[in-house]
């Protein structure tokens, strides 16, 4: 294969491909460019050529398989993001085996390597105390403080991923009853919310103070141009630093965007709102992402061990209660 096929096939790749036949987001064509960047910067270190120079004779499986160890070792990157990292790469090869029938052995080769398993956490969900120490501590007489204190309202109002709200336009939101946002999700999925009368209530003050035409985002820096999500991510540690002084469970915890998503699903699922609803109200491809907040959520287990048929119950508590020493009763079975 002729060397200077491969910018042709990546361009190929990103501006016909992903951009006009599938129609990708943009947060999904800035990852795939971020895995590129990497991937060339590596391998051309690797050969010690110049990343202009790289041809697909140089991007076999055995530098895909290094740029992974590297990504996970040196990087000190976590699993997900190395199965992101390949998730990307496999999109390409997996274009380029349908067009170039001389790479297809090539190809095949990098298609078959697989994506990690990785440990599975148990949720540490924030719990409503947590949350309402975080949300007090923006200085809500400035605007940036007023904009943070709405925004972590509105996440955990909706649930919504940092980028759905940071995305969020005025047009979106219906405030007038009844209270609702429009979100889009991954892969441009919209789905609707419904909005807390407080939430709308704190919309409705920060738009009065930040007017913003209706199809201008709503979370908006101090020259009026979109927030970043690490920027927001960099501001709810602080918080969250700050609250812990007050609670201090929040110390033990790693609070971010994200972890305000984990605690609407919990507070739904210990509401006992049916998990068909929770997974159209946070926008899960599958139930099965949405069944790991019902099998983390202790408080709902304990409300389902309280319906149990009290004749069905035993009278006295539960041996690991009436033992005095845990070690006697170890001992007991």
Not at 63 to 88: H, M, P, W, Y
């Amino acid at each position: 294969m002729k060397t200077n096929q491969f910018p042709l096939l990546l361009h190929a790749f990103f501006h016909d491909w992903l951009v006009q036949q599938r129609n990708v987001s943009h947060h999904t064509v800035l990852s795939y460019r971020d895995s590129w960047r990497l991937f060339l910067r590596f391998v051309a270190a690797q050969k010690t050529k110049s990343v202009a120079n790289l041809g697909m004779d140089d991007l076999t499986a055995v530098e895909v398989l290094a740029f992974l160890k590297d990504i996970e070792q040196t990087r000190k990157s976590s699993i997900g993001t190395r199965n992101c990292r390949l998730s990307a790469l496999h999109s390409f090869y997996r274009f380029v085996a349908d067009r170039e029938p001389l790479a297809a052995a090539q190809c095949a080769a990098v298609l078959r390597i697989p994506t990690k398993q990785a440990p599975v956490a148990e949720v540490r969900d924030l719990d409503e105390d947590e949350i309402s120490a975080i949300l007090a501590q923006p200085n809500r007489l400035k605007l940036e403080g007023q904009r943070d204190h709405v925004l972590l309202a509105f996440l955990y109002n909706t649930g919504a991923r940092i980028q759905e709200a940071l995305d969020l336009s005025v047009q979106a939101v219906r405030l007038e009853s009844p209270f609702q946002v429009r979100l889009f999700g991954k892969g441009r999925k919209e789905r609707i919310c419904p909005l807390w009368p407080e939430t709308v209530e704190l919309l409705k003050a920060l738009l009065k103070r930040k007017p913003r035409r209706e199809d201008e985002p709503i979370f908006v820096n101090r020259y009026g141009n979109p927030l970043k999500a690490s920027g927001v991510r960099f501001k709810l540690k602080q918080y969250a630093a700050a609250a812990g002084k007050k609670v201090p469970s929040l110390l033990s915890k790693r609070v971010s965007p994200h972890r305000f998503r984990h605690a609407t699903a919990v507070s739904l699922v210990t509401a006992e709102v049916d998990v068909t609803v929770i997974r159209s109200w946070l926008g899960h491809a599958s139930l099965d992402t949405t069944n790991i907040y019902a099998r983390a959520n202790v408080e709902a287990k304990r409300k389902a061990l309280e319906k149990v048929d009290g004749a069905a119950r035993s009278s006295k508590p539960p041996r690991w209660k009436r033992e005095v020493e845990l070690m006697a009763w170890l001992d007991s079975l």
